[in-house]
């Protein structure tokens, strides 16, 4: 008896090591926008404040309008919880794409090296944004099973 006790758990500590070397050599992948790129492509945290202080002196025009409001309060809330971008309306949503559309655009004008790269930071910070709602949105919109 005492010998198949030990042969049963040998047998059932090796099926669990096998197991634990399958599950390690399985890969996950992510192919989000937002993937091969460092965080210091986005607009996280400190950054987002010294874009807005970027903006604030080279596009002060565009910061007056409801517009700038728009785009900064979704990516504030995008900074304190990706997931709260999801309670956004439609509405607000199309508003912050357009906000994010004409943030581009200004920065473009502008030809220095900072007006690019904050571009850039804000374009894959609304990819990201725009992801999280793509992904989410087949989930929002399936018809009710009966």
Not at 93 to 117: G, I, M, S, V, Y
Request: glycine share 2%; charged share 15%.
């Amino acid at each position: 008896m005492k010998t198949r006790v030990i042969f049963a758990s040998l047998i059932l500590g090796l099926g669990l090591a096998s197991t634990q070397a399958t599950a390690a050599t399985t890969t996950n992948t992510d192919d989000s926008p937002a993937a091969n790129k460092p965080a210091s492509t986005m607009l996280v945290n400190g950054s987002q404040k010294l874009f807005a202080s970027y903006v604030e002196q080279n596009v002060a025009k565009f910061v007056t309008t409801t517009n700038w409001q728009n785009f900064m309060s979704v990516v504030s809330l995008y900074n304190q919880n990706p997931a709260a971008v999801l309670t956004i309306s439609p509405a607000d949503r199309a508003k912050f794409n357009e906000a994010a559309a004409q943030l581009t655009n200004k920065l473009a004008k502008h030809k220095d090296a900072n007006a690019n790269r904050w571009m850039n930071q804000a374009d894959h910070t609304a990819r990201m944004i725009n992801f999280i709602w793509n992904v989410n949105q087949p989930a929002s919109e399936m018809p009710e099973i009966q």
